[in-house]
């Protein structure tokens, strides 16, 4: 986690995968389950998710042993 989403959890959250890979929207639905503070900023339109730090879209599959990151908007010129 990152950021404000960090603030809200923490920055590393270790959660089980399905050895067959779950998807990145279905991890985020876990995430919320386990930290309800959550819900709001995660659904945001400009929140980005890596797997093994390259940007993926939401129906990408994470498995087991990758690092899955998600970050909110930031702002800056």
């Known amino acids: 986690m990152c950021g404000r989403f960090a603030e809200l959890a923490r920055d590393v959250i ?6 067959d890979g779950e998807t990145i929207a279905y991890v985020m639905g876990r995430l919320v389950q386990a930290f309800p503070g959550l819900a709001e900023p995660l659904r945001g339109p400009r ?7 390259a940007i ?22």
């Open 14 to 19: 270790d959660f089980p995968v399905s050895p």
């Open 47 to 53: 929140v980005k998710a890596c797997l093994d730090e």
């Open 56 to 77: 993926v879209p939401f129906d990408a599959l994470a498995c087991p042993g990758q690092v899955l990151a998600f970050f909110p908007p930031v702002s800056g010129g």
